[in-house]
């Protein structure tokens, strides 16, 4: 895995990266945003014994075939070194790849110009489903045969099918039958949200387990409001606070989550329960959430700003000690040596040495409910190839197999992230492995050619494969403890065309942020609850849960 993307972020790579890949691949022979030549070579081949796949001639042009792949940190790849030449020998192909831009509109610009103009590159990734459905319309899109992807790539197919159950491309197989699209998933999402109390807080006011219900969950946020936690001698902290907000939409489902879920309601997703397409605004238990919430800020346990925080805004509150409580991904409060950066962990202690985090994966309400809104593991269409390919069988197979051999083939993934046993990198006796000098330095690692910016497409990651390269051995059971924390349900609509939803969802955000807020802070009394539901439903929301219905019936017929 590439640790720099996660959540949104990595969605948005994803979307940068892919397009730029079509945007540059469709001219093998171009020099384009291609990197430095000059970049230092590895001091030796990929493969030593010499033991690599032998040329692959493309059919169509008679020379060695050649694939794209991307780079979106130039400044960190060598277009001649030991990864590129691991996946070169590995393959048998020519391949080369090209910088990335974050550019957005210009990259979907220039790949629709080509598209137009009849110019189909060889493949892009993450475009919305009703992209993807058109360019399958418009004959843009390649068919994508199940038995060749079934033996091309039969390691993505396994771990597909462990993330999504039997026959999983039954997401993307249209009408027709035909699959134009590999879906890429996120399998962290499904699991990443939990929250976070401060243990060594929960300590102090004299607290000695996790809190589990709605109830124990009231008293540790007052204990952390007004028994001083912190041991600064002010009443300047707070219980809990929320990020609703982004820096470029409000989001419904950041508004409280786990209190929500305490009362078995889901808002700002639409999920299936007992075959029936339920959006947890408008629940009944959202009433009674809401309900838990004004009673809580009139106590002032709450974040008085918990309205206008953005991501910012929150991480600045938990690091400087201000609140206990927060929603945020699993592994944002543990050791960076466990798993990703560890952001509430590490920058939390280097103000507060002592500090550390207790997990839960919500409060139960007074039925049992819990849980915390979580994110659907697929991000969208996923990889499709151009049109042309389909006449190019050969060339689409070796695709296929790049793709399965850089993300799941132990042996490549090695090369291509550490280089040469007892050269480049040793592997310890917990299975774990770690850079030696001086490859244990970026710097060095650039220029020898390895690292986690060479493997195509990059968004393949089976995170139980990956644990060895990602979690320092004894910190294994950390990570294992933080990520089961991870419960809840996710919006199952995400990666599907929605026309009423699209057309819906600013004023049906709107409206809900609004009334919400008004609700919880007591601007507004709680017993309106149904005359904002009703005023959901008129404001296109029945449409929104009619649409929703009508996909989840097709789901659950295939």
């Known amino acids: 895995m590439n640790k720099r993307m996660n959540g949104l972020s990595l969605a948005l790579s994803i979307v940068l990266l892919g397009l730029t890949v079509t945007a540059c691949s469709n001219n093998s022979n171009s020099d384009e945003g291609k990197t430095n030549d000059s970049a230092a070579s590895p001091p030796q081949s990929a493969t030593a014994s010499g033991t690599g796949a032998s040329d692959t001639v493309d059919p169509v042009t008679g020379k060695k075939m050649k694939l794209m792949v991307w780079s979106f940190d130039a400044d960190k790849t060598n277009v001649d070194g030991y990864a590129m030449n691991a996946i070169r020998e590995k393959l048998g192909v020519d391949i080369d790849f090209y910088n990335s831009t974050n550019d957005a509109a210009a990259i979907k610009e220039k790949l629709l110009l080509q598209i137009a103009s009849d110019n189909i590159p060889d493949w892009w990734t993450e475009i919305p489903f009703a992209e993807g459905d058109k360019f399958a319309d418009q004959n843009v899109a390649a068919e994508i045969p199940l038995e060749m992807l079934e033996k091309n790539a039969p390691n ?182 466990a798993f990703y950066e560890g952001k509430f962990y590490a920058k939390l202690r280097e103000k507060v040495p002592n500090a550390d985090w207790a997990l839960s994966s919500g409060p139960k309400g007074p039925n049992g409910s819990f849980g915390i809104t979580q994110g659907n593991p697929m991000l969208g269409t996923g990889i499709q190839f151009g049109k042309p390919l389909e006449a190019n069988p050969e060339k689409l197979a070796k695709y296929l197999q790049m793709f399965d051999a850089t993300s799941f083939d132990l042996d490549l993934y090695t090369k291509i992230h550490y280089g040469v046993e007892g050269t480049t990198y040793e592997k310890k006796s917990d299975g774990t492995y770690a850079y030696l000098p001086p490859y244990d330095t970026d710097e060095s690692r650039t220029e020898y050619g390895i690292g986690n910016f060479y493997h195509a497409p990059g968004s393949f990651n089976d995170y139980d494969f990956q644990a060895p390269f990602m979690t320092r051995g004894d910190l294994m059971d950390v990570k294992n403890a933080a990520a089961s924390k991870g419960i809840g349900k996710y919006d199952f609509m995400l990666p599907f065309a929605k026309p009423a939803f699209t057309e819906y969802q600013d004023a049906l955000t709107q409206l809900t942020m609004k009334t919400y807020i008004e609700f919880i802070t007591g601007r507004r009394p709680i017993e309106d609850f149904d005359k904002y539901a009703a005023e959901w439903k008129s404001a296109g929301g029945d449409k929104v849960l009619a649409e929703a219905q009508t996909k989840l019936d097709e789901i659950n017929k295939k």
């Not at 999504?164 to 699991?191: C, E, F």
């Not at 109830?215 to 001698?233: C, H, I, S, T, Y």
Request: no cysteine.
């Open 156 to 337: 993505y197919m396994k771990w597909m099918e462990k993330n999504l159950g039997p026959d999983p491309m039954r997401y993307v197989r249209r009408q027709d039958g035909k699959i134009y699209s590999l879906p890429v998933l996120w399998t962290l999402a499904s699991s990443s949200e939990v929250l976070g109390y401060r243990q060594d807080w929960l300590t102090k006011v004299g607290i000695d387990k996790t809190p589990e219900t709605i109830d124990e969950m009231a008293v540790a946020l007052d204990k952390f409001r007004n028994e001083d936690p912190d041991g600064n001698g002010k009443k300047d902290t707070y219980g809990m606070t929320s990020h609703p907000a982004t820096d470029a939409t409000q989001q419904v489902q950041g508004l409280f989550s786990a209190v929500f879920g305490a009362y078995g309601v889901w808002p700002g997703a639409t999920v299936d329960i007992d075959g029936k397409a339920v959006r947890g605004e408008i629940e009944p238990g959202a009433k009674e959430a809401l309900t838990t919430l004004n009673k809580w800020f009139k106590a002032d346990l709450i974040d008085p700003e918990f309205f206008i925080n953005k991501d910012a805004n929150v991480d600045d509150k938990v690091i400087s000690s201000k609140v206990g409580v927060v929603q945020k991904s699993w592994w944002e409060f543990i050791q960076p040596e």
